[in-house]
């Protein structure tokens, strides 16, 4: 093994096995232990590599003959799941520098439910066939990436692919050599959830527990962002929270094709650790589609907010909204610490203020209704006459925060 580390080839060696090779060989030769955790389902001739294909489904208990009676979708998911056991084996080990994986679209499923199981911070690149379609269902909310593979690979190592899988390798061990890993701090780190619709607020509120010591790490409330943000709660890495863009809740709760609908649950995991939160319905007045021609036909005669060519708001009924609130109060009502919830009266977002293309206050207050009803007796709720983006709501936001967490740092 280098002294650098080990990277991890990760591939369907009956299929790709020149391919897998090529790469061990070029990490190899550049001082790093290339390894090959081989995905296939079936022999794969006479090639020797560091973890056969029978013995990564035996990491998970399941031999050949079990491997074989599975559907094919079961047995993907299973050499998924022992690629990503040996991966932590090695990371746990302190021998993993990354992870690189080529593949079509089978080999490509594999490597990503094996990348996932790895912790952020780790180097993650697939090289894929499908990498310029859908990406959403790989990657989900982790940092692996995705390189288009530009030409097929048919266990054959050409001009073209030769260059992407190098460039592939390369990028593992440039991040191997010169990244930093993701770290974990005492305390004073404070999530924060946005969008261009609530980032007035947003910044604000972030500007303010900064200058008082705090280290805001932003998500983007896209559905992997908030679900990013559940993750490193979950791991431990957050200490406080600042969710005042929770528009994903609107589409975990009533779906409708919105574009960010959340990969895991919103709204849990600081609740369960108990720590503290400030809770908005920052954009929970409108659905997200792509460009205008996805809006579902049921949805094209409401009021709509044309974002950009890829992205299109399209306000909630007051039906849907209602359903979205009463669900924020119940997760708000299963928190183990402190929280309170600040509600604007005003709008929930830029374009839901006064002469906005969004602007419904009658929904706004049956939404705000809906929460304030709903949220058990001694949670700190308080309705405030202002839009979400108006400096008195940003302030309030974070002078919430700042109590909670004890104050300014340092």
């Not at 299929?15 to 232990?33: Q, S, V, W, Y």
């Not at 979205?324 to 299963?334: F, H, I, P, R, S």
């Not at 183990?336 to 839901?352: Q, Y």
Request: glycine content about 12%.
């Amino acid at each position: 093994m280098g002294k650098a580390g080990v990277i991890a080839v990760i591939a369907t060696v009956d299929t790709k096995e020149k391919e897998a090779f090529f790469l061990r060989d070029h990490i190899r030769a550049h001082g790093f232990g290339g390894v090959i955790i081989d995905v296939s389902t079936r022999d794969s001739g006479q090639a020797r590599v560091e973890y056969p294909w029978r013995e990564v489904a035996a990491g998970v208990g399941v031999g050949e003959a079990a491997l074989a009676a599975k559907r094919r979708d079961d047995m993907m998911r299973t050499m998924g799941e022992g690629a990503g056991k040996i991966l932590l084996d090695l990371y746990a080990k302190g021998a993993l520098a990354g992870a690189v994986s080529v593949g079509g679209n089978q080999g490509t499923a594999i490597a990503a439910i094996a990348m996932r199981q790895l912790p952020i911070g780790v180097p993650k690149i697939i090289v894929s066939t499908v990498a310029s379609g859908q990406i959403r269902p790989y990657v989900e909310y982790r940092d692996i990436m995705m390189m288009f593979s530009v030409a097929d690979f048919v266990n054959n190592v050409n001009r073209v692919n030769r260059a992407i899988m190098a460039n592939a390798a390369g990028a593992v061990m440039g991040m191997a050599r010169m990244g930093l890993p993701l770290s974990r701090a005492d305390g004073g780190v404070v999530a924060a959830t946005a969008f261009g619709n609530t980032d007035a607020a947003v910044s604000r509120a972030g500007r303010e527990l900064a200058g008082a010591g705090y280290e805001v790490v932003c998500f983007h409330a896209s559905g992997a962002g908030g679900s990013a943000m559940e993750y490193l709660i979950e791991r431990g890495f957050i200490h406080g929270v600042l969710d005042l863009t929770t528009h994903e809740l609107l589409a975990e709760v009533c779906g409708c094709g919105d574009i960010y609908t959340p990969l895991r649950p919103r709204l849990v995991e600081a609740g369960r650790a108990g720590i503290p939160q400030v809770v908005a319905p920052g954009a929970l007045e409108y659905f997200c589609f792509g460009g205008a021609d996805t809006i579902p036909a049921s949805h094209r005669d409401r009021p709509t907010h044309y974002h950009n060519p890829y992205n299109t708001n399209v306000r909630a009924t007051r039906e849907e909204g209602v359903k979205a609130g009463e669900a924020l109060a119940a997760k708000v009502n299963a928190s183990t610490g402190p929280v309170a919830v600040l509600l604007p009266a005003r709008g929930f977002s830029e374009n839901g203020r006064s002469g906005g293309s969004l602007h419904q206050p009658e929904i706004d207050q049956a939404i705000i209704e809906a929460i304030r009803t709903n949220l058990r007796a001694g949670i700190d709720v308080e309705v405030v006459d202002a839009n979400i983006n108006d400096p008195e709501f940003s302030a309030l936001a974070a002078a919430k925060l700042l109590a909670m967490l004890g104050g300014r740092r340092g």
